[in-house]
Structures are given as C-alpha cells and as structure tokens.
C-alpha cells in the first residue's frame, strides 16, 4: 500500500487491522465496557434488577457494525436487546442479527419526526420505557469511551517500538465520532501526537462543518457550549458506498473536535470516487477483507495525499470487516 501511494522507504502507512476482532470490526470495544459494568453491578447487588431473568432489554441504534458487536455481546450473556436499524439496512446485515436473537426494529423516516436519524428517536423512546442505552455514543453511554481507548492504546505501544521517525498523522472515518475521539485519546496517552484527521464522505459530513464554524466562533477545543451553533444534523438523508458512517448527527464530535485540535489536524471530507477508489485499493495491494466503510479512513488519505511528504509516517484503520 505504501509503495502503490508513493511514499519513501524512510515513510509509508501502517494499518491498524480490525477486521478479524470480535464480531467483526472495532465496535465491540465500546460495548464490551458498558457490559463489563452492567455485569458488575449486577455482580454485587447494586443493580435496580433482583435476577438476570429480571432484566431490562439493551438497546442502540446502528445501521450494522455496532448492532451486530451489541447483539453479539448481548446473546453471549443471555441479555435481551432491541436494535434500532435503518429502513433500508441491508439484508446481510439483518440476518446476523436475525441469528443472534435480536430483537430487529426497522425505522423509517417520517414526517412528524425533527430533523436527524429516526433510529436514534427510537432508540431514546425505548430508553424511556426503560431500556438500557448499549451503543457507541458517548452522549447516551460513557461507559462506551472507555472501551474505545484500547485500539488507540494498542497502536501506540507498536509505534513505540518502531525506529525512525515518529507517526505523523491518524486517519480515522468518522460517523457517531467516538471513534475518533478514542482513538486519539488513546494513543496521546504514548506522549505522541499524530495530526488526527477524521474522515467523512461528501454525502453526510455534519463534523467538518461543525469544526469549520467552530474554528470561526472561538476555536474548536471545548467548543460544546455552541453545540446548537456547531453541530446540527444533516439536511439531506445521507447516502454514501461507506455507509457505516452516515450518522445524520457527530453525537461525539466535542471529543473528535478536541482530538484534531489538539494535534493541529483536520478533518477531510472525501469524495464518493475516493470512497470507491480506497476500498478497490485496499483489495489490490492488502490480504484484509476490509469493508467499504472500514476502509474510508484510506479515502481520507487519498484526499489529502498531496499535502503529505513522502517520507511521513501515517496510520490508517481498516475498522469492519466486508459482510458476505
């Protein structure tokens, strides 16, 4: 891959491979915390539930990755769960759920609705009626960024090791934008700080607007005090090869926003041809059956590569594995 993008012996790019982790991409890290502490309290007798027998269903709202780590997770404990999927969510994805027992709830758009994903309005009115908030949004389960910190801790234990140069820049897709936001955080916890740049497509790109403005009102860290005037959700209905990260809203996107900032990066927003051309590339040149929106971060790469000396250091995260 390093070879096809042009870079030097003394550069080149390092993939984090999550396509063989558990169910499949890197969700399960977020989830597997907020389950650790669901367990534990339920351990030691401080849960509202007297029995398992007695416990309220989890719930998140996905269109693939993280229902499937969720459900995943949740029929390993014997836990009920509610997933809030698209409409249109595919049926390869459907029918893993399907085989883990979850209980699938379909979410169409419709006009009484405000605007922003109709999933996410579901799965707050089951929170409501007493369900338990099992996604990968920080701003529904903290317990989620906690998890999410491992692949950053993970990367930066290897690029430690490594000789030469330090990495320069992370390349991380961005959708709900925990993904960014952990990520980073756990690989500044190295001492290092590659410039992070979150990717979106050109088809639902609410964070780089958000960091634009709020560079222009004040500066992007700490920005949540203008969420209403950062972050709103996506006029249009996304659409996008990568549509893994679609999110009509970054529910993370302070987290994300102080990642870049912090690092003197800044998010890319790739074109749907460079969506289709990282996803070919990643087949051409690597082994990893990475996904479309697996390897989006790569498009974010492609966008920018004429910004990037040939002999930088950069990581890419091939985050999901392609669904058969």
């Known amino acids: 891959l390093s070879d096809a993008l042009g870079f030097n012996n003394l550069g080149g790019v390092w993939i984090k491979d999550e396509t063989n982790s558990v169910a499949g991409s890197q969700k399960a890290r977020h989830l597997f915390t907020e389950l650790l502490h669901l367990v534990t309290v339920e351990l030691v007798g401080r849960a509202p539930w007297k029995s398992p027998t007695q416990r309220p269903a989890l719930a998140i709202a996905s269109c693939g990755n993280a229902a499937i780590a969720a459900s995943t997770l949740a029929r390993a404990v014997d836990w009920p769960i509610q997933v ?6 595919d049926e390869a994805t459907i029918k893993i ?19 922003g ?37 993970e990367m930066a234990v290897v690029a430690e090791e490594l000789s030469g140069s330090l990495m320069s820049r992370m390349f991380v897709q961005a959708g709900g934008g925990a993904f960014v936001a952990c990520a980073a955080s756990g690989f500044f916890a190295g001492a290092t700080k590659p410039r992070v740049h979150a990717v979106q ?42 549509d893994g990260i679609l999110d009509d809203e970054t529910y993370d996107w302070i987290g994300a926003c102080n990642a870049m900032a912090d690092s003197g990066g800044y998010p890319v927003v790739a074109s749907e041809e460079q969506i289709h051309e990282s996803y070919a590339l990643a087949h051409r ?14 498009a974010g ?24």
Not at 301 to 324: K, N, P
């Open 84 to 89: 809030f999927v698209p409409q249109n969510a």
């Open 97 to 115: 759920l399907n085989s883990l027992d979850a209980n699938v709830v379909r979410c169409p758009r419709v006009a009484t609705d405000p605007a």
């Open 117 to 153: 994903d109709p999933c996410v309005f579901r799965f707050r009115e089951a929170i409501e009626q007493g369900c338990i908030p099992f996604g990968v949004q920080g701003p529904e389960n903290a317990w989620c960024l906690d998890g999410g910190r491992t692949i950053g801790f």
């Open 201 to 242: 497509t050109q088809g639902c790109a609410p964070l780089a607007r958000a960091f634009e403005i709020a560079n222009t009102t004040g500066g992007a860290r700490n920005a949540g005090s203008r969420w209403s005037q950062c972050m709103w959700p996506w006029e249009t209905t996304p659409v996008s090869f990568a």
């Open 285 to 298: 040149v690597t082994n990893i059956d990475v996904s479309p929106t697996g390897s989006s971060g790569l």
């Open 301 to 324: 790469l492609l966008a920018i590569r004429h910004e990037i000396a040939d002999d930088e250091r950069v990581i890419v995260i091939f985050s999901g594995v392609r669904r058969q």
